[in-house]
């Protein structure tokens, strides 16, 4: 029983992660359709920017890293976006293949910078140990996702860009011609999108190594959460990203881990007969 | 005469909205039926529950003796119903021919398909004569004009000789000479198959329609001859009233 | 565009003499080898190029099938390589008793037989849950790879099993001829050049038939073809499960020409870099995917013999470049050129703009925004 405990804050934490990657990813598919597979590749460099604080600010680089690894991710995605991306709406296929290729060469790039060998970021003292059976530097993940979904929630529904946003993913068209200025709409859905990775990131500094592939270990399950959860929906972000974290902890345990991801695999296809269009829909009678 | 299509309380709710609120509409075989009503009266929410599109909240639709409840939508056009989309849909890639065939071997096994197309068959022929198309038939379908590619579309259906064809506002957005030929092969393929009808554009529907239903709010209005229709006054104050002459309009 | 003139039956002709005819005669063992090894992959390209390229389904999991392919056929060869013993690495993983599932493929029948079925039904059945529930486009993509990613933890996790991380390989006995001998890997080659050659005449004549019109069809309409009275989710799985069937049969070829099938050549990267080389070769056209295949399998190799890190940012660079100026690939600059070619006289050409994935507009929206 209590082992069976311990796999809820270990559950519940890969799922907060797995949240703060796939909103973005959510967003950018949702309002552009965009599959940006070099999302992964801002995870690791949130992770590496909580690494070369520590220089600077020694055991609290995981905190002063927060934001600035939001920037620092915000920032690459926003080139990234500016510079190939835009080109690319309306081809989800092939900006998923553009992007890989950025992915490679980002990876690559942290290789010859970094290092190929994985390395360490220590977290701060008061996040070591923990309650019984639930470890701080777990509870603090789950609680910056937390965090990070009501501040989502205000900005979509309580700003004017956030209002703006949701306009622009359910009908761009309309938006555009409504004097929305769509570009900058997507500059901003991005930039938030791909900060956020950079906090998934430095998140996972506290509960692991960093290494140049560090993004590709998650960037799947990430897009799993997508695919369950329905495009552009903040709850069904949040509910995919709980129930894959916990699927997956507790589908290690039942079995082991090289049977957890087909065990996921095979229970997101099972939901699919149920849900093909994930958890919440956008209806529309558009005819595709 | 018999029903080739029976619709029985009908309903459908988007999300608490009745697009089709207890509809009941009967059409003979060998029918000319025109559907009308004002935006939002759910006439396309009608032909999309028709062709399996749309699931029914409530009701059924029978056609040919035959429920349709719980059929996909290929299934249903296996039966033989037939439809075309308000901004027809062709395979632009593929050329007016190809069109046609793809759209005559729809009942031939899958593994038959794999051998190549020798000739033309008489149903794609007929179409290619019927439609007017003949002259376009090796050009990737990309290249037609929106009339044309209506008529690719109607010319499609006539390869698949369905019982019953429905078509969602076949004249929307065309020119004049373009709705002239339109008409011009809406009488000719009426002659001989059970046609339903979508229109906005009233001054085709005085030109080429006999019996009409009109829709409002979900619901069916009156139904009766064009000029029924025209002189009643229910159907003035909710449609020809204010859309009189109103000829080009779009969506529903 | 016009790509007639190089599928044309005489430069096919060509292609064949300089395959099975020059290519053995001027290339030492080791490259001719290689040269099998470039086909091997080039066969799982011509797959998806037939899913991705005609039918618009992008399958980014295609290591799946050629390593299920691959290790039906490393297990047989295991098996009579033990000669009636256990497998080597089974001894060393303290495995006593050999695993039921390695049973019958110890008969050469049913583990050439599990080479093509095995990753076929596994794709229709796939195909079939996902296709029916009408996901498609990036959600099926993003399927696909993560089943790839599951597959290999598996591999990796049952080491007793499948090798784990080494994967099998050491393979000694190739139904009854001596795998190291050159006249064996020979032989090889001249069967790997001849299956990818017939498998390109029989996608071919898919492509040409009815069948690879409503192919296209469904790439560009799949909700319209339904209102035609076909099946779109039958018509993909097929094409799927053909895909998938071609990708087993390049594993399979693979094992012999290369010794060795291990989950880093079938994971996420492996998977994708395929898909690379049918984009880069052309991916509209049967031909580019092999030419692609062939083309990046030779450059992986030559780069990465003279600068093991570049090729990742050479590969990665490749890539964004094809799909940004080329998206048709080399055959379709090919094409292009030849049009430019022969317009001259008249007037510059201006290049096509490239294809969408669906017709939405998002162009003039851009504009508008």
């Not at chain 1, 500094?205 to 329905?230: E, H, K, N, S, W």
């Not at chain 1, 296809?269 to 209806?283: K, N, S, Y």
């Not at chain 3, 469904?218 to 097929?238: C, H, M, N, Q, S």
Request: glycine letters at 12%; proline letters at 4%.
């Amino acid at each position: 029983m209590e082992a069976f405990l311990n796999q809820l804050p270990i559950g519940l934490s890969i799922g907060a992660v797995l949240l703060l990657i796939a909103l973005g990813l959510t967003f950018t598919f949702g309002q552009m359709g965009v599959i940006n597979m070099a999302h992964g590749e801002f995870i690791m460099a949130g992770a590496y920017t909580a690494y070369l604080l520590q220089d600077l600010t020694g055991r609290m680089a995981v905190i002063v890293a927060l934001p600035v690894a939001f920037l620092v991710a915000g920032l690459m995605g926003l080139i990234l976006e500016r510079a190939a991306i835009r080109h690319f709406y309306g081809r989800p296929l092939d900006t998923l293949l553009l992007t890989w290729g950025v992915s490679l060469v980002l990876q690559q790039l942290a290789r010859d910078l970094f290092g190929a060998p994985n390395v360490q970021v220590q977290a701060p003292t008061w996040l070591q140990g923990g309650i019984a059976s639930l470890p701080y530097n777990r509870l603090f993940i789950f609680g910056l996702a937390v965090a990070t979904v009501i501040g989502i929630w205000a900005y979509m529904n309580r700003t004017g860009a956030g209002r703006r946003m949701q306009a622009v993913m359910q009908n761009r068209q309309l938006a555009a011609v409504s004097g929305i200025n769509t570009a900058r709409v997507d500059q901003r859905t991005f930039f938030i999108g791909s900060g956020l990775a950079g906090v998934a990131g430095v998140a996972l500094t506290l509960i692991g190594p960093v290494g140049p592939a560090l993004g590709t270990y998650y960037i799947v399950d990430a897009f799993l959460v997508v695919v369950a959860g329905g495009l552009g929906q903040l709850r069904g972000a949040v509910i995919a990203a709980a129930g894959l974290g916990l699927l997956n902890s507790y589908a290690e345990f039942w079995s082991d881990a090289s049977l957890a991801k087909v065990i996921v695999f095979a229970a997101i296809i099972a939901f699919l007969q149920f849900r093909p269009q994930g958890l919440f829909v956008l209806r529309s009678r558009a005819l595709t | 005469m018999s029903p080739i299509i029976e619709i029985r309380g009908l309903s459908v709710v988007f999300d608490g909205f009745r697009a089709i609120d207890g509809i009941d509409l009967t059409v003979e075989e060998g029918e000319l039926r025109f559907l009308i009503g004002p935006n939002g009266a759910g006439k396309t929410t009608l032909v999309d529950v028709i062709t399996g599109l749309t699931r029914p909240t409530t009701g059924e639709v029978v056609f040919d003796g035959r429920s349709l409840a719980g059929l996909r939508e290929h299934s249903i056009v296996r039966l033989g119903v037939g439809r075309t989309f308000q901004t027809s849909v062709v395979f632009e890639e593929l050329t007016v021919l190809e069109n046609l065939d793809l759209a005559a071997s729809f009942r031939r096994p899958l593994w038959s398909l794999t051998r190549r197309r020798r000739g033309i068959s008489e149903a794609v022929a007929d179409a290619l004569e019927t439609t007017g198309l003949r002259e376009l038939a090796d050009r990737p379908a990309g290249v037609l004009s929106h009339g044309q590619r209506q008529w690719l579309e109607i010319g499609m259906l006539l390869t698949q000789s369905p019982k019953l064809l429905l078509l969602d506002e076949p004249v929307a957005g065309m020119s004049k000479d373009e709705r002239e030929r339109t008409g011009e092969l809406l009488t000719s393929v009426a002659d001989d198959h059970t046609v339903i009808v979508i229109e906005h554009d009233m001054e085709f529907l005085r030109r080429y329609a006999s019996q009409v239903t009109v829709l409002h709010e979900g619901k069916v209005l009156i139904e009766g001859s064009v000029d029924q229709v025209r002189d009643d006054p229910r159907v003035q104050e909710v449609y020809l009233g204010r859309k009189r002459g109103d000829a080009v309009s779009t969506g529903s | 565009m016009n790509l007639t003139r190089l599928k044309g039956p005489g430069l096919f002709a060509a292609v064949a003499v300089l395959a099975l005819v020059v290519a053995p005669l001027v290339l030492e063992p080791f490259r001719l080898g290689l040269l099998a090894k470039y086909l091997c992959f080039a066969i799982v390209a011509l797959g998806i190029g037939l899913a991705w390229g005609q039918g618009g389904m992008l399958v980014l999991g295609q290591g799946v099938f050629f390593g299920l392919g691959g290790y039906a056929m490393g297990m047989h060869l295991k098996l009579v390589d033990a000669q009636g013993d256990l497998p080597d690495f089974m001894i060393w993983s303290g495995v006593e008793q050999l695993p039921a599932l390695w049973k019958p493929f110890a008969n050469p029948v049913f583990a050439l037989a599990m080479v093509v079925l095995g990753p076929m039904l596994i794709a229709a059945v796939l195909g079939l849950l996902v296709f029916r529930q009408r996901v498609r486009g990036a959600y099926f993509a993003i399927l696909t790879q993560a089943l790839a990613a599951a597959f290999v933890i598996l591999l990796v996790g049952r080491q007793g099993l499948t090798g784990g991380t080494n994967g099998l390989t050491n393979f000694f006995d190739l139904f009854g001829q001596d795998l190291a001998a050159d006249s064996t890997q020979r032989g090889l080659y001249f069967v790997v050049a001849i299956v990818t050659g017939l498998l390109y005449l029989g996608a071919r004549q898919l492509v040409g038939s009815r069948f690879g019109r409503l192919l296209v069809a469904i790439r560009d309409g799949e909700d319209r073809v339904r209102f035609l009275g076909y099946d779109p989710a039958r018509v993909k799985t097929v094409v799927f499960a053909i895909s998938a069937g071609m990708a087993g049969l390049a594993g399979a070829l693979f094992v012999p020409v290369v010794g060795i099938i291990s989950p880093a050549l079938l994971g996420v990267v492996p998977s994708l870099e395929l898909v690379v080389a049918v984009a880069v070769g052309g991916r509209f056209a049967l031909a580019g995917a092999i030419l692609g295949a062939v083309v990046m399998g030779y450059a992986k190799t030559s780069f990465s013999e003279q600068f093991a890190d570049g090729w990742l940012y050479l590969q990665g660079e490749l890539f964004i470049l094809v799909m940004t100026l080329a998206p048709k690939g080399i055959l379709g600059l090919a094409a292009s050129a030849r049009d430019a070619l022969a317009r001259r006289p008249r007037r510059p050409t201006a290049p096509k703009p490239p294809p969408t994935d669906d017709a939405s507009g998002r162009r003039v929206m851009e504009e508008v925004g």
